[in-house]
């Protein structure tokens, strides 16, 4: 097996394993606020120590900072969003939507920035559609459906506010990509805005800080980096195939995520959901740039 293909197992396995640490934070009454806000400094100081980006970088003319500043906002709602959505709907629908987040700089890029519509982009933007509806779709089992309860709304509201967030997330790192930004200090500086605003908001709050909250952070941040950070060193391994780096890592991890929801959380599918989860493979088959 190459090191190319041992990175992409690796970052699948950290992204779901990110969503079971927040299934598992409800079961454990783990604070997800303060463990998403030591997530941040945690993943500051890997990007830091790992990817060693220079601040200094930041200080050039055309650096996007409402963008840099939207993205520190942005990303703890989200992580936040996040956390409800695998809590309300469960890993297989919230890993679902996050991946199928990436069709929002898709569309995007045909309404905002001009890029051309092929016929193919165009069916997978149409299939990812047709897959978010069928696995927003509520069991019947569900005792929210139909009676507009709180229960009842988190099983289609949080997933779709993640796909939402997640597009939105992608679309501004491209922006910061698109300035001439460093990666590495685009990255550190985000993840210590977006750090920096749980901090104040959890101190203005005035929570009760404890280490068992802050220590789940600390597993969170790691995997959380360890996704991004294997995701680039696929790339890296294997640059001429970024259609299968692209389609692996997203596939795998709604496959993974499936697995795992329903056969270690016994989260329950419906015949829709299914259906929603081939659709949602698919779509990302058919967007890969092949």
């Avoid at 019947?140 to 939402?164: E, H, I, K, Q, Y």
């Avoid at 992608?170 to 001439?180: E, N, P, S, T, Y």
């Amino acid at each position: 097996m190459t090191p190319g293909i041992l990175y992409l197992l690796a970052s699948v396995t950290c992204s779901v394993t990110v969503a079971v640490l927040l299934k598992l934070a409800r079961r454990y009454d783990v604070d997800v606020r303060q463990a998403i806000t030591m997530n941040y400094a945690v993943a500051a100081l890997l990007c830091w120590a790992v990817l060693k980006p220079d601040p200094a970088a930041l200080l050039a003319p055309h650096t996007p900072w409402a963008v840099l500043a939207a993205l520190g906002v942005l990303l703890p709602s989200v992580f936040l969003a996040m956390a409800a959505a695998v809590r309300h709907a469960g890993i297989v629908r919230s890993d679902a939507a996050q991946r199928l987040s990436l069709f929002i700089p898709l569309l995007a890029a045909f309404l905002l920035f001009g890029e051309p519509v092929s016929g193919r982009k165009l069916a997978a933007i149409l299939l990812a559609f047709c897959a978010l509806a069928c696995l927003l779709r509520r069991p019947s089992t569900d005792t929210g459906t139909g009676t507009g309860t709180a229960p009842g709304r988190g099983m289609w509201l949080w997933p779709l506010v993640v796909w939402a967030g997640y597009g939105v997330i992608d679309i501004l790192f491209k922006q910061v990509a698109r300035a001439g930004t460093a990666f590495a200090a685009g990255l550190l500086l985000a993840f210590v805005l977006a750090g920096g605003l749980m901090l104040v908001y959890l101190l203005a709050r005035r929570v009760r800080w404890e280490r068992r909250h802050l220590l789940a952070g600390v597993a969170l941040g790691a995997f959380n980096f360890g996704n991004i950070l294997t995701y680039i060193r696929a790339h890296q391994s294997l640059p001429e195939h970024p259609a299968l780096v692209f389609a692996s890592m997203n596939m795998g991890v709604i496959t993974l995520g499936t697995l795992v929801g329903t056969l270690v959380f016994r989260e329950p599918l419906t015949r829709v959901n299914g259906l929603g989860i081939a659709l949602a493979l698919a779509a990302i088959v058919l967007m890969a740039p092949w």
